[in-house]
C-alpha cells in the first residue's frame, strides 16, 4: 500500500504532532518513524497502525 508523505505531514499538522511523538504513538523509534515515513510502500497493517496514531482514517493517508 502507497502512502503519501504529503497527507501524512498534513495530518501531522493538523494534529500538531512532531515525528517524535507519532513515533511514540506507533511504537517505534523516530529513525524507524522516518524510514517508514521514507519507503511510502508499507503493508496493510503498518498503513492501519500509522493511521491510527494519526487519529484519522487509512484512506486519508494513502495515495490517490
Known amino acids: 500500500m502507497r502512502i503519501s508523505r504529503d497527507?501524512?505531514?498534513i495530518?501531522?499538522?493538523r494534529k500538531?504532532?512532531?515525528v517524535t511523538e507519532l513515533a511514540e504513538?506507533?511504537?517505534v523509534s523516530r529513525t524507524r518513524m522516518n524510514v517508514i515515513?521514507?519507503?511510502r510502500e508499507v503493508s496493510v497493517v503498518s498503513a492501519g497502525?500509522?493511521?491510527?496514531a494519526l487519529g484519522v482514517d487509512v484512506t486519508e493517508?494513502?495515495?490517490?
Open 37 to 39: 515515513l521514507n519507503q
Open 49 to 52: 497502525r500509522l493511521a491510527d
Open 25 to 27: 504513538a506507533y511504537g
Open 61 to 64: 493517508i494513502i495515495e490517490d
Open 7 to 9: 497527507k501524512v505531514d
Open 11 to 13: 495530518c501531522r499538522a
Open 16 to 18: 500538531k504532532k512532531s
